[in-house]
């Protein structure tokens, strides 16, 4: 948990105590420091007779793969207007992640075999791809709706607290209070524009890509696989566990 915290991430009681899907993104993002720094913890409490340091790494190496290889496949799923070569991208991508999500004891869920028959031909199908399609929307509205809940929860009206809560949307969807808001952040910001950190953000997305790449160049090199895949039909899901 504290390797975790330092990504930022925090377990979700409505989510049951399991990570939601921001903080499965931060995981994604920051794979190589996680999963070096749980296999340095696991080896550091093994003991006799449980797994071999090098167990430890291998099985670190697996999490860290299915991570790096699923960020990979929804970054070339999220492309706006996506070309053959995108298209093809994600199929290796895909490929390895849904290989790799079986062999560390995940199921196929419904996203899961989305993501593996029909994202493919959607990208390939849908106007503008589905870069502008995605659920972050609805993240958002888990994370609105919850600040709601700590602003108004020591109101022990119910009507009140709906009332409330009901006048407090209204006044974030108006369009004069929203454009009011945005002409005021705009004469109060900072005019200054570090340079260094722009660059700094182009050398993260930079870092991420290469990874990205990396672990699928290694991933297809350890299972004998072709690195070129066909714009056809991926063909069913075999040897994996289907939901």
Not at 102 to 118: D, E, P, Q, V, Y
Request: aromatic share 10%; charged share 30%.
């Amino acid at each position: 948990m504290k390797v975790l915290k330092r990504i930022g991430v925090q377990l979700s009681r409505y989510h049951g105590g399991s990570l939601n899907g921001k903080d499965i993104k931060k995981v994604m993002d920051n794979a190589f420091f996680v999963f070096d720094e749980f296999a340095t913890i696991l080896k550091a409490g093994s003991r006799n007779g449980s797994l071999t340091p090098e167990k430890i790494d291998e099985r670190c190496e697996e999490y860290k793969s299915a991570f790096l290889l699923w960020d990979g496949a929804f970054s070339m799923a999220r492309k706006i207007d996506p070309t053959a070569q995108d298209r093809a991208m994600y199929r290796r991508y895909m490929r390895g992640a849904i290989e790799a999500h079986g062999k560390i004891g995940c199921s196929i869920t419904h996203k899961a075999h989305l993501m593996w028959r029909h994202v493919h031909w959607q990208m390939k199908c849908v106007t503008g791809g589905l870069g502008d399609k995605m659920e972050d929307w609805v993240e958002l509205a888990h994370q609105t709706g919850a600040r709601r809940r700590r602003r108004f929860r020591t109101v022990r009206d119910r009507t009140v607290r709906a009332a409330a809560r009901a006048r407090y949307d209204y006044r974030d969807s108006n369009p004069d209070v929203i454009a009011w808001t945005n002409a005021l952040n705009e004469e109060s910001k900072r005019r200054y524009t570090n340079p260094y950190r722009v660059l700094k953000e182009e050398v993260r997305k930079a870092e991420r890509q290469a990874r990205r790449i990396n672990a699928l160049h290694a991933y297809e090199l350890k299972m004998g696989w072709e690195p070129h895949v066909l714009d056809v039909d991926p063909g069913p899901i075999t040897c994996l566990i289907v939901e």
